[in-house]
């Protein structure tokens, strides 16, 4: 038992310094790339969506050479220690090319940290019957907390946030070396069961709604900082608002299954789209900061929402076999190439307009999902209707 909590113990400090270490850098990024390296719009937009891009293409191929290799613990340690070292590239290098090519390498490295060690951590904590969320939550507390510390510690020296981005993995790649070493269970191939599930109208539209919503709501992580910024906020400003909006998530994920139960999934999802419309609006108006700080919860209902409701909803429409596949696609859709096409559009809308007309663009691409979700919730009362029918006239 001791065992067991020491492991989970390092598992947590895991996550704590892996998500520190992702707040640390990249909600900031984009407003060190525009004040310190004086880069444009377009710029910015093509580098701050490099991470999503990479992620699309190498987090399978990572998983492919965990499996390949039988050594999870050595490629965690190893990528999770090098894309840290890399980021000390934006401190020595400046210039639009060099910044592109350490984000390159700094995305290829890191796409490998979350999925190989979800892997291990699902794997270990479904053998010992321990709450896998548990040791997630500690990923979004430092997130959280990174944005916070490092708003501050920017107005003094805005490196900062690379130099904590590499010690938070360098610790983080200390811990990975600790994690349990139990052999991977089988990892579903995703290109099995894709042409059965691209049949499937439901899961289709599922997946523009994923993209339409879940897509705006990564890129913000992107352009928040811009936004607090133009709305005349500091780097402090910035942090208190992210600290805010991330540990906003934690309390509605836990209460997302109790109202699923009264209210239904598609409804649920249905809240979380609407919200996060309201929010994009509400942004585009040019609020004052104020207004900003007390609406930042706005993404613990969008996000600790729609998240669980939406897996929940993809185990229900897909079958079994196919679940795990259909997961995986859900999650390029929503976290790469939606985030990469909100981010790299963004960049280009805010070099041309302003940092306020991105939130009108993200605020058109949820209407449109909100109009999906209600025509997906009419779909299922059509299904429902077709099988009483069918079974009355049993």
Known sequence: MTSVRKTIITMQGFYLLTF??????MPLLSVYLSEAENLNGYQIGIIMSINPVVMIFFQPLWGMISDKTNAPIKILTLTTFIAGSFALGYIAFSGYTAIF??????AIFQSAIIPVSDSISISYTSKVGYNYGNIRLFGSLG???AVFIMGRLSEWNNQVIFISFFSALVLASLLAWKMPSEKKTQKPNLLLGVKEILTMKKFLLFLIVTFLIFGPNLANNTYFGLFIEGSGGTYTGIGVAF???????APFMKAAGGLIKRLGLLRIMLLASCVSLIRWLLYFTEPSLWVVYATAVFQGISIGLFIPAALQYLREITPLHITATAITLYSAIGNGLGNWFCTFLGGIIFEE??????????????????????GLIQMQKSEQKKYIVTSGQR
């Open 20 to 25: 520190f270490a992702v707040g640390s850098m």
């Open 101 to 106: 090519l350490i984000a390159v390498l700094v």
């Open 143 to 145: 997130f959280g907390l």
């Open 243 to 249: 600290l805010i909006a991330v540990l906003s998530e």
């Open 353 to 374: 307009y302003s940092i306020f007309h991105v939130y009108l663009f993200f605020a058109i691409l949820a209407l449109l999902g909100v109009i999906l979700t209600i």
